[in-house]
């Protein structure tokens, strides 16, 4: 009876701050407006983004637990998706601080060292870092023409002012070098992440 008294005072200290958490961020919305704006949704795109958004938040609990099994822990996986959801709660509340929660709350019912869980989530966020860069750079080198009609008139105008007039070969000369300097640090980063992944599964 303790136990089922105690499982439930904690069920509702969630809900207590979950409710709490709600009226924090929506406190100074005017409810009038609110209703009205409501009446004129198309709730079939809301519940397709909410799909989404659950998949996404889905396979990002399958990602976690694959980091989390190579350390030779079998975490449930309906656990690691609902710490994920943790996350953003924790987030409403103390923004940047859900990565401790989520960690936190699985290592509570996984029986998980909290480091090692910190340490999963450290390499999770290097990685996006790194596909972020990548991304980044393939989009840099794929509008590269546009991005640098941007500059190209003031600097051009900028040089000119001071040494004279610039012919387009130089200029090209000056572009292609640029290019030759963006892939070799592509080429670069990617040997650097398959060399880390490497060392990464040997550890494993």
């Known amino acids: 009876m303790k136990k089922i008294l105690i499982n439930i005072s904690k069920y509702l200290v969630f809900l207590i701050i979950g409710v709490a958490l709600f009226l924090s961020v929506y406190r100074d919305i005017d409810i009038d407006k609110l209703e009205s704006e409501l009446k004129h949704l198309n709730y079939f ?73 910190v340490g999963t989530v450290f390499i999770e966020r290097t990685a996006d870092l790194v596909v972020m860069i990548l991304l980044a750079i393939i989009i840099f080198l794929w509008q590269f023409k546009y991005v640098m009609a941007t500059f190209e008139k003031d600097r051009i105008s900028s040089v000119v002012n001071v040494f004279g007039n610039i012919s387009e070969v ?35």
């Open 45 to 117: 795109w809301i519940f397709v983004s909410l799909i989404f958004s659950l998949l996404a938040q889905f396979i990002r609990a399958v990602r976690w637990n694959m980091l989390i099994e190579s350390l030779n822990y079998k975490p449930k996986l309906f656990n690691t998706f609902l710490s994920v959801m943790v996350l953003y709660m924790v987030n409403l509340l103390i923004p940047r601080a859900g990565e401790i929660g989520r960690c936190t709350v699985l290592a509570k019912y996984e029986n998980i060292p909290f480091a090692k869980l």
């Open 170 to 204: 130089k200029q090209k000369n000056l572009f292609d070098f640029e290019h030759i300097l963006i892939y070799v640090g592509v080429i670069l980063l990617v040997v650097y992440i398959i060399v880390k992944l490497k060392n990464f599964r040997k550890k494993g």
